[in-house]
């Protein structure tokens, strides 16, 4: 009988860190919707959410095209859209101004649709988080809305800056894990600004080496 090579397998079973569950009240600080031809977004009192999305907002659709995130896909591939609504939170946006030496960001300058305020490390919150909304619209979060370049070029242009292209560049650097969600609706209705968030972060497995 050939014998085994245990080194192959030094741990039998990995070990585990359950993360439980668990609930955090949160407010919609400011709501956004970009028009049907641009990704910057303007300031409105309520946003109306289908199955799609925002109504007419550029980031609407029950599915997209996918793009640089997708590269298993060809360029293009009409995939589902879990990209409806972009999520941020002032103090997040806050850190990264400062690193980028820049008074401010604006969440519409980035085609935030949502400032969520009241949520520690708000970018940090996991895919599957669930944030029930007072009048009954629910979100589910997909995951971290990786920084780009794109985002970072609509910031340079509205700060003036001297350099549009260094800007533009610094901010996937300095954004990383700071540039908040991207989520989806799963039950429509209506967000108006101001509203009470009940956010459910699923339990987490954590593997450890």
């Known amino acids: ?103 401010e960001i604006k969440p519409e300058w980035i085609g935030a649709n949502l400032v969520v305020e009241g949520v520690p490390h708000l970018s940090m919150l996991p895919a599957g988080s669930l944030m029930f909304f007072k009048g009954g619209v629910t979100l589910k979060v997909d995951g971290q809305n990786k920084p780009c370049r794109v985002a970072g070029q609509s910031i340079a242009e509205h700060v003036g800056a001297a350099d549009l292209n260094a800007t533009a560049l610094l901010f996937p650097k300095e954004a990383k894990r700071l540039r908040g969600l991207v989520a989806w609706v799963e039950k429509p209705g209506v967000i108006r600004a101001g509203e009470e968030i009940s956010v459910r972060v699923p339990e987490q497995w954590i593997y450890q080496a």
Do not use: C
């Open 1 to 103: 009988m050939q014998e085994t090579n245990l080194d192959l397998f030094p741990v039998a079973e990995p070990v585990i860190d359950i993360v439980p569950g668990r609930k955090v009240t949160a407010k919609a600080a400011a709501l956004y919707a970009a028009p049907h031809d641009h990704f910057e977004t303007r300031a409105v009192a309520e946003l109306r959410l289908g199955f799609d999305g925002i109504a007419g907002d550029f980031h609407a659709g029950a599915t997209r095209r996918s793009g640089g995130r997708e590269p298993w896909y060809p360029r293009g591939t009409e995939m589902r859209n879990e990209r409806q609504l972009s999520l941020v939170a002032a103090d997040e946006l806050a850190i990264v101004a400062q690193r980028m030496g820049l008074g």
